[in-house]
């Protein structure tokens, strides 16, 4: 069992940063660099959305291309904590942030492959 839980998140305008940061309890037997973690966003009446994700022990990441290059995804794995780093932040990418944590050992867009999510952290961007 990983519990998971987001913060960072607010209002901010164009061309501002974020950092989101993304805590988790893992249960006694589980160690938290086993699970690859991964960022979605869902901004209201569209569907959830691949953002980042980075492997257990964070030598790999991937991104969407939207984001990739403006995003960085990191994680420290004595803190069991996971970062997004957003910078030059469009109006676009208002939404709520979800962190999710997949055991499964692939480093998928999918939200089908993660197992366990955090309760969200809004996101908005103001032109």
């Known amino acids: 069992q990983v519990q998971l839980v987001e913060s960072g998140g607010g209002l901010v305008q164009a061309g501002g ?10 249960a006694s037997g589980r160690i938290f660099s086993n699970y690859a973690m991964g960022w979605f966003r869902q901004a209201p009446g569209k569907e959830r959305q691949f953002v980042a994700v980075i492997s257990g022990s964070g030598g790999t990441t991937r991104y969407a291309s939207s984001m990739k290059g403006r995003f960085t995804i990191s994680r420290e794995n004595a803190k069991n904590t996971v970062y997004l780093q957003m910078n030059n932040l469009k109006p676009e990418d208002t939404a709520v942030y979800y962190c999710a944590a997949t055991g499964r050992g692939l480093l998928v867009g999918s939200p089908s492959a993660y197992d ?10 103001s032109s």
């Open 17 to 26: 940063s974020l950092r989101l940061s993304c805590a988790a309890s893992v």
């Open 116 to 125: 366990y999510w955090g309760q969200g952290t809004q996101v908005t961007v």
